[in-house]
């Protein structure tokens, strides 16, 4: 029950904040591209790009991952790589990037408890590892339109499992505007309108119509 003299105008603590939260890519790569049917491979990577630059917004930590980049997969798509180029990208043999020690130590080197996770495929590469950090103690956030499975059922049927472990699906921009939570923070409010008009689709439209027609930004 609610206790009306105890209610503050506080945010939860459940929120993700640039301060308590890493951003893991895992196996953005060509060859698991090729292989995806559950939406729109475009979207996808418009989505990806968007939640790493998000990131990048509010310098919140990230992994990048790769599997069997030089033998089956291909390298990292080039427009994730070239919003973080001095990122280390870890490569690996495992499908569960849990199982590669360099990337758990890399991921407990962030220090953050919150993991917002984005891959492909959902159905193997993200929900092995989402499944292993839950069951260290992880709080895991996965970013559906970032990610995507072989075929729509692979997909859905892998948050679905994900979701019954605890996992809490999100939106890359459901997690840029989380982390902005509020207009007044003018120290990322432009760059997080420009991320907003770059791969917010018409909500991006829109801010360019506000702006043509104001003169001024309008996110909200």
Known sequence: MVNISEVTAAPSPDLLTPDNCAVLFIDHQPQMFFGTGSGDRTAI?????????????????????????ETFSGPIM????????????????TM????????????????????????????????????SAIAQGYEVYVVTDAS??????????????????????????????????????????????DVVKEHGGTYGLGMVYAYAMTGTQSAG
Request: aromatic share 6%; proline share 5%; with cysteine.
């Open 78 to 93: 080039p427009q994730l790589a070239d919003v973080y180029p001095d990122q280390k990208i870890i490569d690996r043999s």
């Open 148 to 193: 995507g499975g072989v075929t729509p059922q692979a997909h859905e049927h892998a948050i679905q499992r994900m979701v019954q472990a605890g996992a809490v699906p999100v939106t890359w921009v459901q997690v840029l505007l989380e982390l902005q939570r509020d207009w007044a923070r003018t120290e990322t409010y432009a760059a997080v309108g």
């Open 96 to 131: 569960n990037a849990w199982e590669d020690v360099n990337f758990v130590e890399a991921v407990k080197a962030t220090g953050r408890k919150k993991l917002v996770i984005a891959g492909l495929w959902t159905e193997v590469c993200v929900v092995l590892p989402v499944l």
């Open 45 to 69: 990577i418009n989505s990806t790009v968007g939640l790493a630059k998000s990131a990048k917004v509010f310098d919140v930590p990230v992994v990048l991952s790769t599997v069997a980049a």
